[in-house]
Structures are given as structure tokens and as C-alpha cells.
């Protein structure tokens, strides 16, 4: 096949069909449970996953292993030219330096991108330069999309207990426990690659509420693509969706879940948004 392919990896929390539809190959991140390594989405069901949350002594995230992207690129470059790997921000993440080292090895030759961003940020470039890619177009003309997609696209996620944040040791117990007795929900989002709280709530009905606004804020004279993002709270999120619908100018709304790598920081119910405007979705 003459075509570019597209790889991704599944922090970008792309839903299965919208996946398929864009023809990516997904690369699985790495969750660690008391020093045992599971590959997300193969080696370790989302039931087991949240079951084990609370009660592990140490749960952290990790890269996609060597071999995960050599099995995934040696399998893409038996059927295309050339490939376009797209990863969680490097700021975050040494996914990246990962898909730079493996790329050495494989036939064909690899552009990998830092996303700059994560979740379904991440999962809006990955989707437009699929598309771009089933429609026959260059390297060249992949690339500027995912540069203007990355630029137009924004993400924020409301955090409904920094427990999990601090048992990652993303924040301090201290700041914990003070930010729980005040009832003070975070809301995360992407700044210049680096994911950091943003604004602040008192209540997490407040903090969603916030969510909207910023993307309002953000966006305020386009129509925009929405993704509704959740982990672990499909009906909490389908009501959400609602309000969304309410208040933004949209043009397509659906709901995806974050994966377990990125439950790992926020436990589950959390809610947030990615959206950029629609006119680059065609």
C-alpha cells in the first residue's frame, strides 16, 4: 500500500468505532499495580482496574514498552510507506522518547509527533489526520493539519477528589487533605504541553459548570466538535452531555471514556471536555 498510516496511543481516549473509522493503530499505554506492569485495554480489564484503585499500595502510570510499538509498527509498515505516530504530551510522558527509539529499527520511515496534549486533545489531531490519511494526502498536508487541529483544540477535566493526585504524588497530602476539607474541586487542563489545575471550584457541580464556561471562553464565536470525556461514569457523563448541549454551539457531540492511565491521577467520575471548532473536523 502507498498510503501514510497513523499510530496513536491510548491515552488519546478515542472511542472504538471512531477509531476503526479513521483506521488508527492504537499503541497501549502502561498502568503499574504494586510493581506488576498491565498493558491498558489487554492485560487488565477496566472492572479489574477500578477494583484494584483503591485498595493497591502503589498505582502509577507508565509508556508504551519497546516491544508494544515495535509489535505495533512492524505490523503497520507491512501494509504502508510510511507512518505518522502521534503521542501524549511529552511533558508528561516518555511515550515519545519511546517511539523515537523503536523507529530506528523499523523499514519504514516513522514521523513521530508530540501531541502537546492528551486525552481526546490528543484523540481530535489522531482523527483529522487519519482522515487525512485515508484520503491519499501527503506528509506535508498531514502535518499542517495536526498543527492547526493541536493549536484549535483545548481540554479541561474536573477533578471530583485529589485523593488520587496525591497518592500519585502529582500534589502533596497536605495540599489534599486542606483542598478536601474546603471542598475545592480542581479543574485540569493544557497549558504549552503541561497538564496543571487551571481554576477552582467549591463544589464539583460548580466545577462543571466552570468546565462549559471555559470552553465558552475559549471558543466564543464557533461551532464546535465536542467530546464528552469520563472515567467510569457513562450515565454521569450522558447528563453532562445535556448540559453541554445547552450551552455551547456545537455541531457534533459524543462521549468517550479516558483510559485507566489517566483514571490513575483522578480516580473515578471524572468529567471534562475536548473540543475544537467543527470547520476543521471537515
Known amino acids: 500500500m502507498d498510503r501514510i498510516a497513523i499510530v496513536t496511543d491510548s491515552a488519546a481516549s478515542i472511542p472504538e ?22 498493558r491498558e485495554g489487554i492485560d487488565i ?11 493497591a499500595d502503589m498505582v502509577s502510570t507508565s ?3 519497546p516491544g508494544d510499538f515495535l509489535e505495533v509498527y512492524e505490523r503497520v509498515a507491512a501494509r504502508a510507506k510510511e507512518i505518522i505516530s502521534i503521542h501524549i504530551t511529552g511533558e508528561g510522558s516518555g511515550t515519545v ?12 520511515p516513522i514521523n513521530v509527533i508530540d501531541s502537546r ?30 498543527d492547526h487541529v493541536r493549536e484549535k483544540t483545548a481540554v479541561f477535566v474536573a477533578v471530583p477528589t485529589l485523593k ?9 497530602s497536605i495540599k489534599s487533605l486542606i483542598a478536601n476539607l474546603l471542598s475545592i474541586k480542581p479543574i485540569l487542563g493544557v497549558r504549552d504541553g503541561v497538564v496543571e489545575v487551571v481554576d477552582k471550584a467549591r463544589s464539583y457541580p460548580k466545577a462543571l459548570q466552570r468546565l462549559i464556561s471555559l470552553v465558552d471562553e475559549r471558543f ?3 461551532r464546535l466538535n465536542i467530546a464528552i470525556l469520563h472515567t467510569n461514569a457513562p450515565e454521569k457523563a450522558e447528563e453532562f452531555r445535556i448540559k453541554v448541549e445547552e450551552r455551547l454551539r456545537h455541531a457534533k457531540v ?9 483514571a490513575v491521577h483522578g480516580g473515578q467520575g471524572m468529567l471534562g471536555i475536548a473540543a475544537y471548532p467543527a470547520h476543521e473536523w471537515e
Open 45 to 55: 480489564s477496566k472492572e479489574e482496574f477500578y477494583a484494584q484503585l483503591d485498595t
Open 254 to 262: 459524543f462521549i468517550a471514556e479516558m483510559g485507566t492511565s489517566l
Open 117 to 146: 496534549t492528551a486525552s481526546m486533545g490528543q484523540g481530535f489531531i489522531a482523527l483529522a489526520a487519519g482522515k487525512a490519511a485515508k484520503a491519499g494526502k501527503s506528509q506535508e498536508e498531514i502535518l499542517r493539519i495536526i
Open 164 to 172: 488520587y493526585l496525591a497518592k500519585s504524588g502529582r500534589i502533596s
Open 97 to 108: 522518547n519511546v517511539a523515537n527509539l523503536v523507529k530506528e529499527y523499523i523499514s519504514i
Open 220 to 222: 466564543p464565536a464557533e
Open 63 to 65: 509508556q508504551p514498552s
Open 17 to 38: 468505532e471512531l477509531a476503526k473509522e479513521a483506521e488508527l493503530e492504537i499503541v497501549p499505554m502502561g498502568v503499574q499495580i504494586n510493581n506488576k506492569m498491565y
